[in-house]
C-alpha cells in the first residue's frame, strides 16, 4: 500500500510545538486531509533506589487539568542525544543522578496526529547530584515501594500514559 504527501503547510507554530496540515493520497486514490503535531522527541526515566523505590513527580499538567504522579521525563533539546537528556533530566527533576542508566526501548506516543518519539531508561545506583529545575516546573518528588506501583496502576491511581507504558516496558525486569 502506498500513502503519497501531496502537500504539507505549517498552519500554526507555537512555543512547544507546530501544526501542520497534511494531504495524503490514500491506496484507493482518494485524497484526505489530516492535522499533524510536530513536538520534539522526548525521555522518560524510572528511577529505582537502593531499596527498590520509584521516585516519581508530582506536578500540574494544563491537559488534565490535575496534578499528575508521573515518572520523570523532558524534551529533547537540538544536538542532544536521548540519554544525555535522561541524565539531565532526572537530575532536574528528582535531584539524583544514576550510575547506571539502562535503555528499556523506545516508542511514538501519539502516531495517529503526532510526530512526538519517547526514548525510555531505567535509573539505577542513584545518588544526590542536584540540578536546577526549569523555570515554569514545580514538582514534588514522591517515593513510592515498586511492589505498590503494579496495584497502583491497575487500580487507576497512576494515569499518565507515558509512565504506564514504561512499566510496561520494565516490569518484566523485576518478575522473577
Given at each position: 500500500m502506498a500513502y503519497e504527501i501531496l502537500n504539507k503547510a505549517t498552519v500554526f507554530e507555537g512555543?512547544?510545538?507546530a501544526v501542520d496540515r497534511v494531504e495524503i493520497m490514500l491506496p484507493d486514490e482518494r485524497q484526505r486531509k489530516y492535522d499533524l503535531v510536530t513536538i520534539q522527541n522526548a525521555v522518560t526515566i524510572l528511577p529505582l533506589d537502593a531499596d527498590n523505590n520509584v521516585l516519581f513527580v508530582r506536578q500540574f499538567r494544563v491537559g488534565s487539568n490535575s496534578q499528575m504522579l508521573e515518572l520523570p521525563a523532558g524534551k529533547i533539546?537540538?544536538?542532544e542525544e536521548a540519554l544525555a537528556t535522561a541524565e539531565r533530566e532526572i537530575r532536574e527533576e528528582t535531584g539524583m543522578a544514576a550510575g547506571k542508566m539502562t535503555p528499556l526501548g523506545s516508542f511514538f506516543m501519539s502516531p495517529g496526529y503526532s510526530t512526538e518519539y519517547m526514548w525510555t531508561f531505567l535509573a539505577t545506583e542513584l545518588y544526590a547530584a542536584p540540578l536546577q529545575p526549569d523555570a515554569d516546573e514545580f514538582l514534588n518528588v514522591v517515593k513510592i515501594p515498586l511492589a505498590q506501583v503494579r496495584?497502583?496502576?491497575?487500580?487507576?491511581?497512576?494515569?499518565?500514559?507515558?509512565?504506564?507504558?514504561?512499566?510496561m516496558q520494565a516490569f518484566h525486569l523485576f518478575e522473577g
Amino acid at each position: 500500500m502506498a500513502y503519497e504527501i501531496l502537500n504539507k503547510a505549517t498552519v500554526f507554530e507555537g512555543k512547544v510545538f507546530a501544526v501542520d496540515r497534511v494531504e495524503i493520497m490514500l491506496p484507493d486514490e482518494r485524497q484526505r486531509k489530516y492535522d499533524l503535531v510536530t513536538i520534539q522527541n522526548a525521555v522518560t526515566i524510572l528511577p529505582l533506589d537502593a531499596d527498590n523505590n520509584v521516585l516519581f513527580v508530582r506536578q500540574f499538567r494544563v491537559g488534565s487539568n490535575s496534578q499528575m504522579l508521573e515518572l520523570p521525563a523532558g524534551k529533547i533539546e537540538a544536538g542532544e542525544e536521548a540519554l544525555a537528556t535522561a541524565e539531565r533530566e532526572i537530575r532536574e527533576e528528582t535531584g539524583m543522578a544514576a550510575g547506571k542508566m539502562t535503555p528499556l526501548g523506545s516508542f511514538f506516543m501519539s502516531p495517529g496526529y503526532s510526530t512526538e518519539y519517547m526514548w525510555t531508561f531505567l535509573a539505577t545506583e542513584l545518588y544526590a547530584a542536584p540540578l536546577q529545575p526549569d523555570a515554569d516546573e514545580f514538582l514534588n518528588v514522591v517515593k513510592i515501594p515498586l511492589a505498590q506501583v503494579r496495584s497502583m496502576i491497575a487500580q487507576g491511581e497512576i494515569t499518565d500514559g507515558k509512565t504506564l507504558a514504561v512499566f510496561m516496558q520494565a516490569f518484566h525486569l523485576f518478575e522473577g
